[in-house]
């Protein structure tokens, strides 16, 4: 067994975490409190290369696996940058993998560069009002019409919507009523976001704020052939491939949080006296620090045996799963210790731990619940009755 | 043009640096090092220049095995190719052997057009080794650039002092040593680093350079730690209550410690 990391994926940590630490998180409170794009902080990784870490090298990437994305996401977010910083770049990271395995040629020449070296910007558009995890319950609707599809419906939560001149869009082209199976008849574009045809509003949300979320309004949106991915039909099919990954790129980002809030917390413990000592020397305020460091690094380890399960094409699910449910929970506590351990000034902007706190609480929810990890390591792991 | 960059590996200033009790040396074993954050702006000026027309940058550095790391991320910068300068005997050399060395090291790269070094070390902070340099490959040298440009066979650099800025031509080849004024060093992308895994090192020993282990190392320095202590602990801070009479409080305050 060998727990190292190999010399390029160490490489790789200490690049990325030289070129974040380059943005402080003065700069993150700024941008969060302005619900401001961090552009800089975009292009800066942009420029670098690090956004093609696992495209084809065909298309200007460097064909690494999810071990070195995932690392590369954790590093951005424990720099201090979070979730404001990783879902900056998230989905240009991996988020296009149904477009690499499925696209035809010419989508993909006509869009992945363009992604890697960071001028396209895009979002995806799955979740709706009435079908979040339960995506087979989606009703946007596209009708084919000539050489185009039609497209009518509403999204919700889709981030970065404002930001992106294109979305990876999941629609209905059957109805659920019309197919043998629910997850049957959805088909995936990628398209350009015309603003002209689809209204696009920001949700006030708890925190991640430089990163916008949005409700989309889709009407009578003409979306030419050309922009399909793969099949008609077989949309669920594709996205499904790309779960696995998803989960762990989530989790590597939650534990990231965790670090830097950890971090955080332990300065502050050894800076500020009260009763004329550290805070640190007490254990109410040390024992639960220790505790996460532990956590966060029982976490990191099932992370890493999921991503080298996917990245040597073995299965991962359970892997997939846990590290998220661990890592997400990992990360939110230290998060909400560390907040603790602030005291008032935990509460405060300036210490920048209320914005970790209100960060790694979403990892708990999005993209998926941890409700729904358990659903599915009790249903399909241990073998017990599916309870929905 | 080809230029050769002469960089340093130093313990991280972030951590806690220490000396070696056994021989008053610089600790570098129990700190992380990295490249010379000083020397970054050299390498940076090198790749300028050698991207505003053609040829090679050369990193040099003379240091233990570690010191490997610096010459890696000047190669991630973009650097062609580099040459590490290694050998028991070196430890403990001091400013003039570490120019013997670099010198030697120079002639066998072949003179390059121009040498660039940064100002000084993180760690030693002498900042005497560029001149020294200079003094033993026979080139003009100016120190202190923060602003360089070369045209056909000279080199012009802006100096910027107290008072004054003077802009010094020198004819080529020249050593130049810049300031951290000078640019804005590059970040390695992720291609650079990728590139860099491919890019030659050479690792020479005394041998190989023609030196003598009694010219170099602690016992042919010229200078010598006799020894070394701890900076005392920071002292507390004074807080000084506002009771309506805060802004003279402090006015007194600075003028005891004679700021005002
Ligand atoms: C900040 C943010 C950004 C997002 N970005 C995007 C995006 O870019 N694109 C996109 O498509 N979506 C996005 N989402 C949506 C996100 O993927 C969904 O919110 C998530 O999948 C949960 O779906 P839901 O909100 O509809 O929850 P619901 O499905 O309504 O679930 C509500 C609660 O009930 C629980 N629950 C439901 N069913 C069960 C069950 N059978 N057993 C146990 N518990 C159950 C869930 O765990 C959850 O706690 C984002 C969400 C947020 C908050």
Request: glycine share 10%; proline share 4%.
């Amino acid at each position: 067994m060998d727990f190292d990391l190999t010399e390029d994926q160490q490489e790789i940590r200490k690049a990325v975490r030289e070129l974040a630490g380059t943005f402080d998180d003065q700069y993150w409170m700024e941008k969060d409190l302005a619900h401001e794009f961090p552009t800089e902080f975009y292009e800066a990784f942009a420029k670098g290369g690090w956004l093609g870490v696992t495209m084809p090298e065909q298309y200007g990437g460097h064909g690494m696996g999810i071990t070195e994305a995932s690392i590369l996401l954790e590093e951005v977010a424990a720099s201090g940058a979070g979730m404001n910083g990783a879902s900056s770049m998230h989905l240009s990271i991996f988020g296009m993998h149904p477009v690499v395995v499925h696209g035809s040629d010419e989508l993909k020449a006509r869009t992945l560069p363009r992604i890697v070296n960071g001028d396209l910007h895009v979002c995806f558009g799955v979740t709706e009002p009435g079908a979040g995890l339960d995506t087979t319950k989606i009703t946007t609707f596209a009708k084919r019409d000539g050489d185009d599809y039609v497209v009518n419906g509403r999204k919700v939560w889709i981030s970065k919507a404002m930001e992106s001149e294109k979305i990876l869009l999941l629609t209905r082209t059957t109805k659920a009523e019309d197919v043998e199976k629910k997850t049957q008849g959805m088909t995936l574009f990628l398209t350009d976001l015309d603003r002209d045809k689809v209204e696009i509003r920001p949700i006030k949300k708890m925190g991640r704020n430089a990163v916008t979320s949005n409700e989309l309004y889709i009407d009578n949106l003409r979306i030419p052939a050309e922009d399909r991915v793969g099949e008609e039909g077989q949309g669920f099919k594709y996205i499904l491939d790309g779960l696995n990954p998803e989960r762990m790129l989530v989790a590597a980002e939650a534990l990231g949080i965790g670090r830097a809030a950890l971090r955080t917390a332990v300065k502050y413990g050894n800076d500020r006296e009260v009763f004329g000592r550290p805070i640190g020397k007490n254990q109410g305020i040390q024992f639960p620090l220790a505790d996460s460091l532990a956590r966060l690094d029982a976490a990191e380890l099932v992370l890493r045996k999921a991503t080298w399960l996917y990245d040597i094409g073995r299965p991962c699910a359970k892997e997939a799963n846990m590290a998220k449910y661990l890592c997400a929970d990992a990360g939110f506590e230290a998060a909400d210790r560390a907040v603790q351990t602030h005291g008032g000034m935990g509460y405060s902007e300036e210490y920048n731990v209320s914005r970790y706190f209100r960060e790694s609480r979403l990892t708990r929810i999005a993209p998926l619940s941890q409700e729904m990890v358990l659903n599915y390591l009790g249903e399909h792991v241990l073998g017990l009755p599916r309870s929905y | 043009m080809n230029i050769v960059v002469c960089v340093k590996h130093v313990p991280d200033a972030q951590s806690e640096r220490t000396f070696n009790d056994s021989d008053n040396t610089t600790d570098r074993e129990g700190v992380d090092g990295l490249l010379s954050e000083l020397d970054e702006y050299a390498v940076e000026e090198a790749l300028k220049l050698v991207e505003a027309s053609e040829g090679e940058v050369t990193v040099l550095t003379v240091g233990p095995a570690g010191a490997a790391d610096a010459l890696k991320k000047a190669l991630q910068m973009g650097a062609h190719k580099a040459v590490h300068v290694t050998d028991d005997a070196i430890h403990g050399s001091d400013a003039p052997a570490t120019s013997l060395l670099l010198a030697k090291a120079i002639e066998k790269i072949g003179t390059p057009d121009v040498v660039i070094t940064g100002m000084a070390s993180t760690d030693g902070t002498m900042g005497v080794v560029p001149a020294m340099l200079a003094e033993r490959l026979n080139l003009p040298m100016v120190t202190y650039a923060s602003q360089l440009t070369i045209d056909g066979s000279a080199v012009t650099a802006r100096r910027d002092g107290d008072t004054a800025s003077e802009t010094i031509e020198a004819t080529l080849p020249a050593l130049v040593s810049v300031t951290d004024q000078i640019n804005e060093p590059r970040y390695p992308s992720f291609k650079g680093i990728m590139a860099a895994k491919k890019k030659p090192v050479e690792t020479w020993g005394l041998g190989d350079l023609g030196v003598d282990a009694g010219q170099v190392g602690l016992g042919a320095a010229w200078t010598k730690v006799d020894s070394f202590a701890k900076r005392p602990p920071r002292e507390k801070g004074e807080i000084v209550t506002d009771e309506g009479d805060g802004g003279t409080k402090l006015a007194e305050f600075l003028a005891s410690r004679k700021f005002i």
